[in-house]
């Protein structure tokens, strides 16, 4: 009998779902741990380092509720985006609450993997095929990236015209993020290029799923741009907005601790400097954004670094950490739901 047991018995069912519950717990733990160290580095401990950071930005409450507002907001565009890449109709609450869920993995798996991962899975689940469920998520990444270059090329422009050079001579002469960036790019396509056509079998397998994609999921997405150019350009607004808005909270963390610098500089900071940051293989990019951001902020802003520091560490405390806890109460909750 056992033999013939089917595949979603209510074993292998509980079996799953006590596999995921463990990994949401383990990933808390985890969690709750970077945080002790990420704000305990300064020897009054996890909690007084947390509290001595808020108590400096208290000082312009305003500011601090605007950069608290901008961090939620994040959560709203990138459902935004999420959302604007897929046909078929989804729960919008359910898709804001993976969004958030997704930050939490995110501090599990590194580079935004754990997102990535938990937005194709809700897709799936939400009667998606897979195929199709990768290749909308995948599309809205690459949007993203895409959108993401621009931003960088013109808020490279925009602090360049504010150190008084014509627009032309910003762009003959671009910020040292807009050269790193170009530089990291370059090197990480040529690396992938390399890898991929050095050997036959890594050929093979780059043209299958490639042929996979073009015969069956890129006229999905042409259809959908068809029939749906409403839906798409939220995706696009959404994914342009994304940035946009984390570049806006690092910017009101700055004025809340007293830092008032150009915006162009400190959104091409975040850019540049969150990008380089994330290439760092710990989870949520932790120790690495924050030192690659601080160093941006400062090439950027002129800003001393200890003072940048103190002003992202205050972004990623808005966030990272704190929707960390809500991200982990929506996991447990779609997964309750069977919606993951």
């Known amino acids: 009998m056992a033999a013939n047991q089917p595949r979603s018995s209510p ?13 949401a717990v383990l990933g808390l733990g985890v969690v709750a741990w970077l945080l002790v160290h990420e704000f305990g580095r300064g020897g009054g401990g996890g909690a007084a380092g947390v509290l001595a950071l808020v108590a400096s930005a208290a000082g312009r409450p305003l500011w601090l509720a605007a950069a608290a507002a901008l961090a939620a907001a994040g959560f709203v565009v990138a459902t935004m985006s999420f959302v604007g890449f897929v046909p078929e109709r989804l729960d919008l609450r359910r898709s804001l609450l993976a969004q958030l869920a997704g930050g939490f993995a995110n501090m599990v798996a590194p580079a935004g993997l754990g997102g990535m991962a938990l937005g194709t899975r809700f897709l799936h689940r939400s009667g998606i095929p897979a195929g199709q469920a990768v290749t909308s998520v995948g599309v809205s990444q690459v949007v993203g990236v895409a959108l993401h270059g621009l931003l960088v090329v013109a808020f490279g422009v925009l602090a360049g015209t504010r150190l008084h050079l014509p627009w032309h001579a910003a762009l003959l002469h ?16 040529s690396a992938v290029l390399g890898l991929v056509c050095c050997s036959p079998r890594t050929r093979r397998w780059a043209a299958e799923r490639l042929r996979a994609a073009v015969s069956g999921n890129l006229p999905r997405m042409v259809d959908l741009a068809r029939r749906q150019p409403g839906k798409v350009a939220v995706g696009v607004t959404g994914q342009l907005l994304v940035s946009l808005v984390a570049s806006a909270c690092l910017y009101a963390c700055g004025v809340a601790l007293g830092e008032r610098t150009a915006f162009a500089a ?6 540049v400097g969150g990008t380089v940051g994330l290439a760092v293989p710990t989870p949520g990019g932790v120790g690495g954004v924050e030192a690659v951001l601080a160093y941006a902020l400062t090439t950027a802003t002129g800003v001393p670094y200890q003072a940048a520091l103190v002003q992202v560490l205050l972004y990623r405390l808005l966030t990272l950490w704190l929707p960390v806890l809500p991200g982990w109460a929506a996991y447990a909750w779609l997964l309750r739901k069977g919606a993951l």
């Open 266 to 271: 400190v959104a091409l900071a975040n850019l």
């Open 174 to 189: 671009p910020s040292a993020g807009v050269v790193i960036t170009a530089t990291a790019a370059a090197l990480l396509a």
């Open 11 to 23: 074993a292998r069912v509980r079996t799953r779902l006590r596999g995921r519950t463990l990994l």
